[in-house]
Antibody, heavy 123, light 107 residues
Framework: QVQLQESGPGLVKPSGTLSLTCAVS?????????WSWVRQSPGKGLEWIGE???????NYTPSLKSRVTLSIDKSKNQFSLRLNSVTAADTAVYFC????????????????WGQGTLVTVSS | DIVLTQSPGTLSLSPGERATLSCRAS???????LAWYQQKPGQAPRLLIR???SRATAIPDRFSGSGSGTDFTLTISRLEPEDFAVYYC?????????FGQGTKVEI
């Protein structure tokens, strides 16, 4: 079955760079799916960060576009998030997710999620 | 960006009752690409409904989605104890994808 697992530092200093990796198992990262990151600040709602396709095509949410980079490593079947110039406002649980392709409709809803990893921005 | 507004913010109900959750979009959602997710404390969200009305794999038929364009509804016909959670809608018809702020269904 499809599984996603986030990894990376749980603590990042202000003005530093947040880096997370999502290991994908049970499906090839080169399949017809998009791969995304979503975050959730403590006690708050969900915020979509961006998505990447295996050919390198990316889409980002405008509010983070200047600070975020998504990348993909086909050889390791994983994808990554980098968010630079972080502040306390970037403290959140970060989820990686699969946006699965459905042939009956052509849509890509998020149908698999990692368990999430808490990243705290603090000195 | 498409803004999704969910109402009510909190829904207080009892097991066995019917829950009706609303999600209104600031502009029409392309191809009705609207999903509903359930999230319990400390867990990742779970896909319930995709394409506004199609139940995801293994989702009980007490969950149903309806609507089109800018107005969408999630209905839970008879609440089970495990259904008390936060529910989010999300549109994936245009970029950036956006979520509603959530509706908490509580006892």
């Amino acid at each position: 079955q499809v599984q996603l697992q986030e990894s990376g530092p749980g603590l990042v200093k202000p003005s530093g760079t947040l880096s997370l990796t999502c290991a994908v198992s049970g499906v090839s990262i080169t399949s017809t799916n998009w791969w995304s990151w979503v975050r959730q600040s403590p006690g708050k709602g969900l915020e979509w960060i961006g998505e990447i396709f295996h050919n390198g095509r990316v889409n980002y949410t405008p509010s983070l576009k200047s600070r975020v980079t998504l990348s993909i490593d086909k050889s390791k079947n994983q994808f990554s998030l980098r968010l630079n110039s972080v502040t306390a406002a970037d403290t959140a649980v970060y989820f990686c997710a699969r946006e699965g392709y459905y042939y009956d409709s052509g849509g890509y809803p998020i149908d698999h999620w990692g368990q999430g990893t808490l990243v705290t921005v603090s000195s | 960006d498409i803004v999704l507004t969910q109402s009510p913010g909190t829904l207080s109900l009892s097991p066995g009752e019917r829950a009706t959750l609303s999600c209104r979009a600031s502009q029409s959602v392309s191809d009705n690409y609207l999903a509903w997710y359930q999230q319990k404390p400390g867990q990742a969200p779970r896909l319930l409904i995709r394409d506004a009305s199609s139940r995801a794999t293994a989702i009980p038929d007490r969950f149903s989605g309806s609507g089109s364009g800018t107005d969408f509804t999630l209905t839970i016909s008879r609440l089970e104890p495990e259904d008390f959670a936060v529910y989010y809608c999300q549109q994936y018809g245009s970029s950036p994808r956006t979520f509603g702020q959530g509706t908490k269904v509580e006892i």
